[in-house]
């Protein structure tokens, strides 16, 4: 999956995928109008590298 823009509730955020050094694959989430001028963020996910999350699962966890 290419990095992309999401945007929930007026919150905007860039995610893109990271290969774990173990093989899992997890989603950073860059929140691009949040505190800090864009500079914080969130890891998501681990899961093994093949079971990646879908668009949906992404927003449903930057929702929570």
């Given amino acids: 999956m290419e990095s992309f823009e ?3 509730n007026d919150e ?4 893109s ?3 774990q050094p173990d093989g899992h694959m997890s989603y950073d989430f860059h929140w691009l109008n949040g505190p800090a001028e864009g500079t ?4 998501v996910g681990c899961a093994p590298l093949g ?5 949906r699962e992404l927003e449903a966890a930057a929702r929570n």
């Fill in 12 to 15: 905007r955020f860039w995610v």
């Fill in 51 to 55: 079971a990646l999350m879908t668009r």
């Fill in 40 to 43: 914080y963020g969130f890891p």
């Fill in 17 to 19: 995928e990271r290969v």
């Fill in 6 to 8: 999401l945007l929930l």
